[in-house]
């Protein structure tokens, strides 16, 4: 298990030893994972998931933190669906970079109801592990090469804590160069 230096005021457990912090898509896709044993997990107030707020209440610092975003966009009639992670004191590149990367006319953030509907995971703690095994997941550098990162547990209850090589290894994963800005 890794020493978690971002974890502030939380108590880090092995995240598969607690599935209740995990939504159902996220503890199928740990349980899947050869590095699961280097991921850590966090319980939190639902009410303090999102990342500013997060870090204030547990003094976690804002650039360990990494936000997870569902892209949409169209090309012929057909949709398609990106997840792009990039750290918490940037934001995704989505009409240039990501719009490229899915080859449609114009990228933008996949509505909510969507995005939940399609990750079964709660708006707020979408995370990359886990995602529908057809969409890329595009990680900004600075995500993959980061330590440790927190990021969504797939519910608001939670977070977890991964080291970004281990991001960067996940089905689909992708380095995008100035993905984040």
């Given at each position: 298990?890794v ?92 009409n ?86």
């Amino acid at each position: 298990m890794v020493n978690w230096t971002i974890a502030g005021s939380l108590t880090p457990q092995p995240a598969l030893d607690r599935p209740d912090l995990l939504a159902e898509p996220v503890a199928k896709a740990l349980a899947a994972l050869p590095d699961a044993d280097r991921i850590a997990a966090v319980e939190i107030d639902p009410d303090l998931a999102d990342t500013a707020e997060f870090c204030a209440a547990y003094n976690s610092p804002l650039a360990a933190s990494a936000n997870c975003v569902v892209v949409a966009g169209k090309r012929a009639g057909e949709e398609r669906f990106a997840a792009c992670l990039v750290l918490a004191t940037t934001r995704a590149d989505v009409n240039g970079v990501v719009r490229r990367r899915l080859d449609v006319r114009k990228a933008s953030f996949a509505p909510m109801d969507t995005a939940v509907e399609l990750t079964g995971m709660a708006y707020g703690g979408i995370t990359p592990i886990g995602l529908p095994a057809q969409w890329p997941l595009l990680l900004d550098p600075a995500v993959a090469e980061a330590p440790e990162l927190v990021i969504g547990s797939g519910v608001r209850g939670g977070k977890l804590l991964v080291p970004g090589p281990v991001l960067a290894a996940l089905p689909g994963a992708e380095v995008v160069e100035g993905l984040g800005r």
